[in-house]
């Protein structure tokens, strides 16, 4: 197979092959360009291929060892932070999903140009297969939590892509090179023949219907194992622990009313809650073989399973959790009601060590967040959260077990997937963010949005009722104000909350007089400090601003 699979010749006598290299059988006028084409479609196949096939077994291994994951995973961990901000402010929420996509089409240009140049040398195109194949499995076998066996999807993916290369570039130098012309020759811009008429139209036409099939195929198997991969036991497993919640050991959080009079609700749903991690697949957990071990500089290191888990007391209560990658304005937030252990009393347990001011929450998939020790003991209510909204958590917020602190940015502080607590001290570990740019500490900064009506929006002249959101999570809202065209700022109504860990709904009636206004907001901590007007990115640690729309009145 090192020959010119155009120019290597078979020659059928009594059905016997002379030779062990392929042989063009049907001679084609094809251009250049065209068999460029051709072959880069068998280059495209073979990736497929490999990608459906290293799908499938990841299915049965673990979601987490198929290539794409795996290298997805290793681009995630180091891909500069302007990178993935700019994916976050050009994606959102579906910045994971874009990723992949990406990766997949910038795979099938590779594998296009590797199926020209295999065409040309068989070497080539399969040391280049090889080289992502190596890749791949060194990104499977690196991940957090990871064995050998991660490296199976790869290596039997390289294989299956190889052989449906050897394949179709076969078939191709069948059925559509002329049998006297080398494809070096061809491809360097040689000799073109006529066309032969329907045979060489009926041969090209059985190599498109084998590359198509290669290319469905790879496509298929991928589809189905991402599916399989998403559907184990974990959801059954969620539906068993529903029925074993414990009740709140304290006194039940207040009932708060679902929405004010603009229609905003209190509550975020849970399938409207934001979600920013760095998982390209959903962690599948099981919640009979999760423990959690807390160590480090502790002086009784302690294990616990979940079903000991849910026999601590427990408390239930509302907070407000926040992206620090939320522009002004931005939905990167969301308030809902957590049932967990109080992470206090877990430290109280394992006594930590004097000088140990940070505990790093480690994700089964290897994410961290530093969270100041004083800040778990201090009387917030953080939790280790088995539920959110009255059922277990939803496994992408982090099933069975996730962190929940007020007041804290997610990415110090809201680990999902928890499966490990390590206390040691700022000086000595920077968790996952802080290399990256972002600072150490991050408490929530107060900040406020418009909702109701939305920027660009036409409304009629007369009363209106603007609405939105504010908060300063462990620190309590005490007021919002709301200008017009920058005039004089007039208080808004608040609603009420469950504690100041929460966000507060505010709303005020503007008697509003046609043509184009613009709508400003800003809240006020129970301290007394106003949001800081001055703009400033999310980077390092949450943007600031005063949330401003247009709105026409006509």
């Keep these: 197979m090192g020959q010119d699979l155009g120019a290597a010749a078979v020659e059928q006598q009594t059905g016997t092959v002379t030779k062990t290299d392929v042989a063009p059988a049907a001679r084609t006028g094809r251009s250049t360009a065209r068999v460029w084409w051709l072959a880069a479609l068998a280059g495209i196949g073979a990736a497929l291929t490999a990608l459906g096939v290293g799908e499938l077994l990841a299915a049965a291994i673990s979601a987490r060892s198929g290539p794409l994951v795996a290298v997805g995973g290793v681009v995630v961990d180091n891909v500069p932070e302007w990178g993935k901000q700019f994916a976050i402010d050009v994606f959102g929420t579906n910045d994971k999903l874009a990723l992949q996509v990406g990766t997949v089409v910038l795979l099938c ?5 590797l199926g020209v140049l295999g065409l040309r040398r068989f070497w080539i195109g399969v040391a280049g297969i090889v080289a992502f194949g190596v890749l791949g499995a060194i990104a499977a076998v690196t991940r957090t939590g990871s064995s050998w066996v991660w490296a199976v999807p790869a290596v039997v993916g390289t294989i299956a892509a190889v052989a449906t290369l050897w394949v179709l570039l076969a078939f191709l130098a069948r059925s559509v090179l002329p049998a006297d012309v080398p494809a070096d020759r061809l491809l360097d811009g040689g000799d073109r023949r006529a066309p032969e008429g329907m045979r060489a139209v009926a041969a ?3 190599f498109l219907q084998a590359a198509g099939a290669a290319i469905g195929g790879g496509t298929v198997l991928g589809l189905l194992g ?6 184990s036991g974990v ?3 969620r539906d068993a622990v529903a029925a074993k919640l414990p009740e709140p050991s304290g006194e039940p959080v207040s009932p ?10 209190y509550v975020t749903p849970n399938a409207d809650f934001y979600r920013i991690d760095t998982a390209l697949v959903v962690p599948r957990v099981d919640p009979a073989s999760w423990k959690l071990t807390i160590n480090g500089r502790v002086a009784k290191p302690l294990t616990l399973t979940f079903d000991e888990l849910l026999a601590l007391p427990t408390i239930e209560r509302y907070v407000t959790l926040t992206c620090v990658s939320n522009e002004v304005g931005g939905d990167l937030i969301g308030n809902a009601r957590w049932l967990g252990v109080p992470i206090a009393d877990l430290l109280d347990r394992v006594q930590p060590e004097p000088g140990a001011d940070q505990v790093v929450s480690f994700s089964v998939d290897g994410f961290t967040a530093g969270t100041p020790t004083a800040a778990l003991r201090d009387g917030r209510d953080a939790m280790l959260a088995i539920a959110m909204n009255g059922e277990p958590l939803p496994v992408q917020h982090g099933f069975p077990v996730r962190m929940v602190v007020p007041g804290l940015y997610g990415y110090v502080s809201a680990t999902k997937w928890l499966a490990r607590l390590e206390l040691t001290t700022f000086s000595d570990y920077d968790a996952y963010w802080v290399p990256r740019g972002w600072a150490q500490q991050a408490p929530i900064k107060t900040g406020s949005r418009i909702d109701r009506p939305q920027g660009g929006s036409q409304v009629g002249a007369g ?5 939105g959101v504010a908060w300063a999570q462990h620190r309590g809202v005490s007021k919002v104000e709301v200008r017009v065209d920058r005039g004089a700022w007039q208080s808004a109504t608040l609603a009420a909350v469950a504690s100041v860990d929460t966000w507060r709904l505010w709303s005020w009636r503007w008697n ?6 613009v709508l400003e907001v800003r809240a006020f901590d129970n301290a007394g400090a106003v949001q800081i007007e001055s703009e400033a990115p999310p980077a390092p640690d949450g943007a600031t601003g005063y949330h401003r729309i247009n709105v026409r009145v006509g």
């Design 204 to 206: 090209r036409r059985r």
């Design 256 to 265: 708060i009313p679902e929405a004010d009079a603009a229609g905003l609700k």
């Design 226 to 231: 991402h599916f399989l991969g998403q559907s």
């Design 109 to 113: 240009v590779f594998a296009a140009v």
């Design 463 to 467: 009363d209106v009722v603007v609405a």
């Design 235 to 237: 959801n059954e497993a």
């Design 512 to 517: 509003a007089t046609p043509g184009n206004h």
